[in-house]
C-alpha cells in the first residue's frame, strides 16, 4: 500500500455514495438544493484523486501492477455508479447506454486479462484515456445542471434532454474506443489468441 494505492481506493468508496444521496436525499434529511452540491463535492474528489494516484505513483516511482490494476477499475466504478444512480429518480436516463459503458469496459478488461495470461501485454490507448475524460466532463456537466433544475430555472424535460445526449456521446465515443484499442492491439491480440 502507497500514497498512490490510497488515492485509488478513495474512488472506490466513494462511488457507492452517489446513489444513497441521489436516491435517499430526503430519507437523510438533505435539501434537494443541496444535492447537487454535494454530488458536483463528491465528484471534484473522485477526479482529482484520479490525477493525484497517477501523478504520485510516477513521482514517487511508485508505479505497481496492482496500480495499474486498481486505477481503471476505479475509473469505471466511480462514473458506472454515477451513470447508473442517473437511470433513477429525476433523471432516469436510459439503463441500455450505461450497459454501453459497463459491457466496454468489461470487454477491453477481459481482452487484457486474457491477453497478459498468455505473456501479451496490451499498452493503454490515448483513447481510454479520453474517455474517461469525456464521461467525467458528462458527469460534472449533468450535476452542474441539477443546480438551475433544483431551483426551478430549468425544466425537466430539458435538463434530461441534454443529460441524454452528453450520456450519448459519451457512449459513442466509449464504442469507438473499443475499436480503436484493438486495431491498435491486432497484432498482440492476434498472438494471444493463437498462443492455445
Same mark, same amino acid.
Given at each position: ?84 444512480? *442517473?437511470?433513477?429518480?429525476? +433523471?432516469?436516463? $436510459?439503463?441500455? /447506454?450505461?450497459f454501453v459503458f %459497463?459491457?466496454?469496459?468489461?470487454? =477491453? @478488461? ?29 458527469? *460534472?456537466?449533468?450535476?452542474? +445542471?441539477?443546480? $438551475?433544475?433544483? /431551483?426551478?430555472?430549468?425544466? %425537466?424535460?430539458?435538463f434530461r434532454q =441534454? @443529460? ?33
Amino acid at each position: 500500500m502507497n500514497i498512490a494505492h490510497f488515492f485509488t481506493l478513495l474512488r472506490i468508496f466513494i462511488s457507492p455514495l452517489f446513489p444513497v444521496l441521489y436516491l435517499e436525499y430526503n430519507w437523510l434529511g438533505i435539501p434537494l438544493v443541496w444535492l447537487p452540491y454535494i454530488l458536483l463535492f463528491l465528484l471534484v474528489v473522485c477526479e482529482c484523486s484520479d490525477l493525484f494516484d497517477g501523478f504520485l505513483a510516477r513521482r514517487r516511482n511508485q508505479v505497481t501492477e496492482l496500480g495499474k490494476i486498481l486505477d481503471p477499475m476505479a475509473d469505471s466504478i466511480t462514473h458506472i455508479s454515477l451513470f447508473l444512480t *442517473f437511470t433513477q429518480g429525476m +433523471l432516469q436516463l $436510459p439503463l441500455l /447506454i450505461v450497459f454501453v459503458f %459497463l459491457y466496454r469496459d468489461l470487454f =477491453i @478488461s477481459t481482452l487484457r486479462t486474457l491477453c497478459a495470461f498468455r505473456g501479451v501485454a496490451l499498452g493503454a490507448r490515448f483513447s481510454g484515456k479520453a474517455k474517461t475524460v469525456m464521461q467525467g466532463v458528462a458527469s *460534472f456537466v449533468i450535476l452542474l +445542471l441539477m443546480i $438551475p433544475y433544483t /431551483i426551478g430555472l430549468l425544466p %425537466l424535460e430539458i435538463f434530461r434532454q =441534454i @443529460s441524454l445526449f452528453l450520456i450519448s456521446i459519451a457512449a459513442l465515443y466509449s464504442v469507438i474506443s473499443v475499436g480503436d484499442y484493438i486495431f491498435a492491439n491486432r497484432i498482440y491480440i492476434k498472438k494471444a489468441l493463437e498462443n492455445n
